[in-house]
């Protein structure tokens, strides 16, 4: 199956689909999935997760295979790090691509 193309490079929104910001202004998916990456403790995959930090920051953008979308998946339901909403707006926005 070929690979999907995903753009992170979106707002955070949330509850009411009001854009969430911190002290930077809005979070934007893609760097705040590539710093969550980066800050996890990874033991399978390390090169590939660090290439798509690397990616995301640089386009916002990961093409992923199956195999690759549920290891993202997987990544996002179980990281400790990550709000309920965060995870949800992030699994949300890879079921509509």
């Known amino acids: 199956m070929a690979n999907q193309k995903f ?4 707002p955070l929104l949330g509850a009411s689909d009001e854009i969430v910001s911190d002290e930077n202004g809005p979070v934007i998916l893609n760097d705040f999935l590539s710093k969550i990456i980066m800050r ?8 590939k997760f660090f290439d798509w930090a690397l990616e995301l920051v640089k386009s916002g953008i990961l093409h992923l295979d199956p195999t690759d979308q549920d290891t993202l998946k997987k990544f996002i339901e179980k990281n400790p790090q990550l709000t309920v909403l965060v995870k949800g707006r992030l699994i949300e926005l890879m079921k509509v691509a």
Do not use: G, Q
């Open 7 to 10: 753009d992170f490079k979106k």
């Open 40 to 47: 996890s403790n990874i033991n399978d995959s390390t090169i």
